[in-house]
């Protein structure tokens, strides 16, 4: 743990003892095997000090007559070292010791001899000769290897968490978790917000994902739902007259965990009153460039922004991954006419061609481009063209259908050299953009174009407000129904929904979606009409949101505000993979938690009470 993220534990919390006191400290009597220095804190300076050390046995040899252990804590490793001829009992005890239990020792620091310093180990320098050994707690062998666990089946090390979060990996992890909630609540605090705790219990909001519901005891047939997000509290909080609002908010969305997903999550949530999008943006990246400073990554403010219309051609993603270049260019009018039917029809039908060149590509086998062609209908397009730009011509399965204008052409306007690949798609605008975006993303890794320890900052603004939901027929809130539509497009609302621009914004960092807010509607008037846009009846509008249409007549001022997905940004900053490395209790894949066994089933008493099924009388 280096002390960035570890920090001097001993500075941070009640000092456990008299570090550096002379003598040699017994440790029969009470209290006595308590600490006065942790094990990872220990160097060279500290040598000739007498030290208590508690901890965890990490790994034990025995070699030379002596035994060796790595004696593990929170802040760190250090070598212990037992002598039977200086301390025969401490050395009976320490042929005890197995992996895991949990000891304490008292010993002298000295440095190690010439040749056996570990450079890797920040205590590498030192050793503790060890001269009293309590054992405190005994342990069975561990189901895994804690040094081998990534390797280890998950369910494995979620059914011991407590274990795998012994890991220094872990501990690191939940270490920066800490930091970053501190941090957030400092750089909050500071800029005058208050934190208010929002209810868990509720009603349903709509985030556009499935609710968690809890049945009611006091009133048969009813349920709370468990919030999808603070959403409308936090409105309610501005109408109040907070004026700026936080939150570490716990958030549930019981959805299909395809992704890397928890069924509970945190979000960093915030509301500011008197506000237009350029304050919530300013925030907003002020916080994440700070919670970036933590780790040591630096990034020059303000961030760039680039429109959703803009993002999804050029990157085929409205969160675009900004470390590498590959962008995506429309060709639609170059083969409007072409002889080429199926990009000519494209065209035609109000469709669109899309074109990205990949340089020095011609290298890929024809196994690689047959791959490509494979792979096209997976990422939702009807089909993919490739062209490989030789000296003179493009070699490609659709050159016969080309005139030679055509190519010319197209070698100009996508500045082709000889050597690259170029790749083809045509059909439905949108659907053509994102499949050429997967494209995209397949290819950088594929060629290792993405660029290690880059982190790319960019807004995503002027989201459409509505889109179609093919499956239900229905317009549906590209963010969430509380977002305004920009003032000069709300005649739009119901002439051309499709038009209408949000007032939102979104946070994409290498790729992936921190954070997203938007400004809200604060007249009802205008509520009203984003509800009707969406399909919502007045009935339903009031039976769902009354509350919040009644507070918008009561003076509401305008507000806005953002909530960034804390575990993701966690994950990001400690260079994990998954979230589930920086929550300290995750579900399964499958939304279970083997270590406790939830969800799991429950008695017919408890159902009989919660209304669920007829209750039992009690014999
Ligand atoms: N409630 C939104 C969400 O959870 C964020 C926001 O609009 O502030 O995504």
Not at 2 to 22: A, L, N, V, Y
Not at 68 to 84: H, K, T, Y
Not at 145 to 172: C, G, H, I, K, T
Not at 228 to 250: D, H, N, T, W
Request: glycine share 8%.
């Amino acid at each position: 743990m280096d002390g960035k993220t570890g920090g001097r534990i001993m500075e941070q919390q009640e000092q456990p003892g008299q570090p550096g006191q002379p003598g040699r400290p017994g440790l029969q009597g009470q209290g006595e095997w308590r600490r006065s220095a942790w094990c990872g804190e220990l160097r060279a300076s500290d040598a000739g000090r007498e030290v208590v050390l508690n901890g965890w046995v990490a790994h034990r040899r025995d070699h030379g007559g002596l035994i060796f252990i790595d004696l593990r804590d929170r802040s760190g490793l250090v070598q212990v070292v037992f002598n039977p001829q200086t301390d025969p009992e401490a050395f009976r005890t320490a042929e005890t010791l197995r992996l895991e239990y949990v000891v304490s020792v008292a010993g002298q620091v000295r440095h190690r001899s010439p040749g056996m310093e570990n450079p890797k180990l920040p205590t590498g320098e030192i050793e503790v000769a060890g001269h009293t050994l309590t054992v405190l707690s005994t342990s069975k062998t561990p189901p895994f290897v804690l040094d081998r666990a990534p390797s280890v089946d998950e369910n494995l090390r979620l059914r011991y968490r407590y274990l795998d979060l012994r890991r220094p990996e872990m501990q690191r992890n939940l270490v920066l978790r800490h930091r970053l909630a501190q941090k957030t609540r400092e750089f909050l605090n500071a800029r005058g917000f208050l934190e208010i705790e929002t209810p868990m219990l509720t009603r349903s909001t709509p985030e556009g994902a499935r609710d968690f519901l809890v049945p009611s005891r006091l009133s048969p047939g009813t349920f709370y739902a468990l919030p999808q997000s603070p959403q409308l509290f936090k409105q309610l909080l501005m109408v109040s007259g907070f004026e700026r609002y936080y939150q570490i908010a716990r958030c549930f969305r019981d959805e299909d965990l395809r992704a890397d997903r928890q069924p509970e999550f945190t979000q960093i949530d915030i509301e500011m009153s008197f506000v237009e999008r350029e304050d919530v943006m300013q925030l907003g990246e002020e916080l994440i460039a700070t919670l970036l400073g933590e780790v040591n990554v630096r990034v020059e403010l303000p961030l760039r922004r680039i429109t959703y219309g803009e993002a999804m051609l050029r990157y085929g993603s409205d969160k675009p991954d900004l470390r590498f270049g590959l962008e995506i260019q429309d060709v639609s009018q170059l083969f409007a006419t072409s002889g080429f039917q199926v990009f000519a029809r494209a065209v035609a039908s109000g469709g669109v061609v899309r074109a990205l060149v990949l340089p020095g590509g011609s290298d890929l086998s024809r196994r690689e481009l047959d791959q490509l062609v494979e792979l096209a209908p997976r990422w939702g397009a009807r089909g993919l063209v490739w062209m490989l730009a030789e000296a003179e011509e493009l070699r490609s399965p659709i050159a016969k259908y080309l005139g030679a204008g055509e190519e010319a052409a197209l070698r100009k306007q996508l500045s082709v050299q000889p050597g690259d690949l170029i790749c083809l798609m045509a059909g439905p605008e949108k659907e053509t953009a994102i499949a050429m975006g997967r494209l995209r993303l397949f290819l950088a890794e594929k060629k290792n174009l993405i660029p290690p320890g880059r982190w790319e900052l960019v807004w995503v603004v002027d989201f459409p407000l509505l889109e179609w939901n093919e499956e239900e027929r229905r317009l549906e809130a590209v963010h969430h129904p509380f977002t305004s539509p920009r003032q000069e497009d709300v005649d739009l609302l119901a002439t051309e929904p499709l038009r209408v621009r949000a007032n939102a914004y979104d946070l994409v960092l290498n790729g992936v979606e921190l954070g997203g807010g938007s400004i809200r509607n604060h007249r009802r008037e205008v509520q009203e009409r984003v509800f009707e846009a969406l399909g919502i009846s007045p009935e339903e509008a009031r039976a769902k949101f009354g509350f919040l249409l009644e507070a918008l007549e009561y003076g509401a001022p305008p507000h806005g505000g953002i909530a960034f997905g804390f575990d993701r940004l966690v994950m990001l900053l400690a260079g994990e993979e998954t979230i589930r490395d920086v929550i300290a209790f995750p579900k399964t894949q499958s939304g279970a938690d083997p270590l406790t066994g939830a969800p799991a089933a429950v008695s017919a008493a408890q159902l009989g009470e919660l209304h669920i099924i007829p209750e039992v009388p009690v014999a």
